[in-house]
């Protein structure tokens, strides 16, 4: 897509992916502080311990969009600090302190406030985070729920994006597709297994799904290292009942909330052996990190090979 | 007001400051990381320094609130950062790190969001916080920006609004009143003067007004210790030229982003003179604190009393 010149060019024409890196360019270069700035699931941030560092991330929850306004406030609570939880997952962290802006109509229960808070509260609590502040303001139309999380991580034990090797499996947690019917409010974010991961081996890249599979790959693709690319594989792809079978669904629906992540395929039997013992979540490997300049490549049954093109979610792509 | 048991209550009927209090009441209590939670300007985190507090804010700004549509794109991105270093200002700190979430409709110009991120920029920069993440969504009607802040602060310099105590003086920065004619757009954030006086005096009390002075003295005695009470001396109050000489205006317009601070009264001789040296920003002793349960009065200038009661900007009060 071309640079934006022209003063119509409408969020909508570049797309979300193309308006972060409009942004990017707009805020500039990162001082000494800023281990990772924006581009991965949270900016990894220089705190004052020598061995940890700061992980810092929010997220926007919007009615209408992420939301029903029939759905549960206390679902939608839960949401709203869940998608934030997993993105310190994603990094091999362990959330602290949030802080939560909501935008209310004038005329909402407070009885609904009330619930909102305590799936916010919940989800925190399960994850050992703590609500520590935050501001509210009136809306007129749609309500919405910002949910800002510091958390922290050993060094050594970031997990980034753009850490992915030649030659690595590639691994998904749980199942893909359909989310919207109903786990997209109530998923458990996955910071046990992610930090259990980080703990027992050493994991590559690592980024929770939140856009659709063939989304998501793109974005690892976009920042590994030139000649990295992706081949997965179709058949082992593990559909979600709610996705009825279909294959598009698991690859584009977005808001699965599972990790994706890569690991050197020495430690594969190892890895799944340990994890039957611990976890009942689903473990599945789905491909491989090869030196390719096609990106991402879908090997469908037939041993064929087509290019898997980011077909996902977009904030700003037509309904 | 009496607690919310009735299913039909809304945030109107509770208003912005009892909406608070039953949120406060649903999160629950505070780990040992956790000095200042929900309550004061920012809350307050033990991180990992023995000399040092974490600050940690949001804020969001909406579209139709607290800005026009026709209102300048760079300003608004102004504004949104600027509340947000006020608020870092008030706890007498320095800001490091934002992250921002906005909510953009589909038709919105790319230009307009590179303008907002200017100026998000632009007022970030001016006190070295780096702009380090985001997440955008898209949203049918208004418009938001809500930005996060972590700052930092020496323990010494910390400046609770709990800390006033009888006997002090009570000081303002600036003029106050009429800030939607154009200041709330443009103001610019007390911490250069907030760090001057938290390294050269020792402030007791301190807190930004951003809801209007009769709101935010509340506030504060809201958190002092039981019978403590300010007296404000209204021909003191410095009244901004936008107010047009509205005592009213100055008391309850709101958007000001003033510093009010209480200090003991043997520096005000002190602190006079070097503000005057340092500074071109106004500084008014406007009252003190006193031992009274009658919360906040306002000394007219026949030397008469009257109740100040809360009066300014409630978020879910009518238009």
Excluded at 130 to 154: C, M, P, R
Aim: with cysteine; proline share 4%; charged share 25%.
């Amino acid at each position: 897509m071309k640079p934006a010149r022209n003063r119509n060019v409408t969020v909508h024409d570049l797309g979300e992916f193309g308006l972060i890196r409009t942004l990017q360019s707009t805020i500039g270069r990162s001082e000494t502080s800023v281990v990772v700035g924006i581009g991965d699931d949270c900016a990894v941030l220089r705190g004052n311990r020598p061995d940890s560092y700061l992980l810092y991330t929010c997220d926007p929850v919007v009615e209408g969009v992420h939301y029903r306004p029939r759905d549960p406030a206390r679902k939608v609570g839960w949401k709203a600090m869940a998608r934030n939880l997993s993105d310190i997952a994603a990094m091999g962290g362990l959330p602290r302190w949030a802080v939560v802006s909501i935008g209310l109509r004038r005329n909402t229960p407070v009885q609904w406030v009330k619930q909102l808070y305590t799936g916010l509260h919940a989800a925190a609590q399960r994850f050992h985070c703590q609500i520590v502040g935050g501001d509210t303001t009136h809306v007129k139309h749609e309500q919405f729920v910002v949910v800002t999380l510091i958390g922290e991580v050993e060094k050594s034990r970031l997990t980034l994006r753009s850490s992915a090797k030649i030659g690595d499996s590639v691994f998904v947690t749980g199942t893909l597709g359909g989310s919207l019917r109903g786990k997209h409010l109530t998923f458990i974010p996955r910071i046990d297994e992610a930090r259990w991961l980080a703990n027992h081996f050493p994991v590559h890249a690592m980024i929770d799904l939140s856009d659709g599979l063939s989304n998501d790959l793109q974005r690892l693709v976009d920042v590994s290292p030139r000649g990295t690319g992706f081949e997965i594989d179709a058949a082992e792809i593990p559909i979600a009942r709610a996705a009825q079978g279909k294959l598009s669904a698991a690859l584009n629906d977005g808001e699965d909330f599972e990790l994706l992540f890569t690991i050197d395929p020495r430690h594969v039997t190892g890895l799944r052996q340990k994890w039957a013992r611990k976890f009942r979540t689903k473990l599945t490997e789905i491909g491989r990190v090869v030196r390719s300049h096609h990106k991402v490549a879908l090997i469908e049954r037939d041993g064929s090979k087509t290019p898997l093109t980011p077909a996902g979610y977009d904030h700003f792509a037509k309904d």
